[in-house]
Nanobody, 122 residues
Framework: QVQLVESGGGLVQPGGSLKLSCAAS????????MAWYRQAPGKQRAMVAG???????NYADSVKGRFTISRDNAKNTVYLQMNSLKSEDTAVYYC????????????????WGQGTQVTVSS
């Protein structure tokens, strides 16, 4: 059974940084594409960043230059480093996984994490 467990969310002031982690189990992590999505109140879930099994990355325009996705296959973990945070980054952040990258990037992955809250506020 595949499990994705996010951590690292919290309250941060505008301009601050946070690093999210997503630990995967029950899967051959190195074969999976991974992504981070977020959902703000009243809005649809949207992709923030994705990374292929080979390390190629994709970012939403709204986070380019501020967020960095990375993966450590030895630790079965994907990360999201978030810098220069803005109030509009406030959302629940979800980790997503699938061996088919088009499903991960298309919002229909096989597996989702439970989410971690990120709140950017002074």
């Amino acid at each position: 059974q595949v499990q994705l467990v996010e951590s690292g969310g919290g309250l941060v002031q505008p301009g601050g940084s946070l690093k999210l982690s997503c630990a995967a189990s029950g899967t051959i992590f190195s074969l999976n594409a991974m992504a981070w999505y977020r959902q703000a109140p009243g809005k649809q879930r949207a992709m923030v960043a994705g990374i292929s099994s080979g390390g190629s990355t994709n970012y939403a325009d709204s986070v380019k230059g501020r967020f960095t996705i990375s993966r450590d296959n030895a630790k079965n973990t994907v990360y999201l480093q978030m810098n220069s945070l803005k109030s509009e980054d406030t959302a629940v952040y979800y980790c997503a996984s699938d061996q088919r990258i088009w499903k991960v990037l298309g919002g229909n992955p096989a597996y989702w994490g439970q989410g971690t809250q990120v709140t950017v506020s002074s």
